[in-house]
């Protein structure tokens, strides 16, 4: 019975491992995440450590996204920054992949604003910048102030119409 069981187990040569490792083109060290993490989840941590190890001395470009490459492959797979990250098997590693330029624009991570390799600026010469205006605008403080001049001129309007009120009365019954 014991020969039994024996030549009954089967054994996986392929176990999938419960999580995945990503490549920084970057630093060159291997980041592991959880199976099924996301991409923009992946790619903001592996920037904060950069950034958190560089002293913010700017000597590592920072990953804009993560792709899946295999040799021999012509187009890697790209992960989106709500894709799951997936294992394709041993041939595919996953890696970042960062602006070959160099230019720097910026990066959401979390609520602050760090700088990024990948700018979105068309033509590529220069990383645009978002600048910030404020929500109050000179538009917005005129259109304040003309809705206040109507309501007090229909204020005055009803106020000369009430106090005029008896005498129209007055003129209609009288013309009646």
Not at 121 to 131: A, I, K, L, Q, Y
Request: hydrophobic fraction near 40%; aromatic fraction near 8%.
């Amino acid at each position: 019975m014991a020969e039994g069981k024996e030549g009954s187990e089967v054994k996986h040569p392929h176990q999938p491992l419960p999580f995945l490792e990503v490549l920084c083109k970057s630093s060159g060290k291997i980041r592991r995440f959880a199976a099924g993490t996301e991409a923009r989840f992946a790619v903001n941590l592996i920037n904060k450590k950069l950034l958190s190890n560089d002293g913010g001395g700017g000597n590592f470009l920072l990953a804009t996204h993560i792709d899946a490459v295999k040799d021999g492959e012509e187009e890697p797979v790209s992960f989106g920054p709500t894709s799951m990250l997936v294992d394709y098997g041993s041939d595919w590693k996953l890696q970042t992949v960062v602006e070959s330029n160099g230019d720097k624009g910026e990066v959401h991570i979390d609520r602050e604003r760090v700088p990024k390799a990948y700018a979105h600026g068309v033509d590529g010469s220069h990383p645009t910048m978002e600048r910030r205006s404020s929500p109050i605008s000179l538009l917005y403080i005129g259109k304040i102030l003309l809705a206040f001049l109507l309501l007090f001129v229909i204020g005055a309007v009803f106020t000369l119409f009430l106090e005029n009120l008896p005498q129209i009365i007055l003129y209609i019954n009288s013309s009646i």
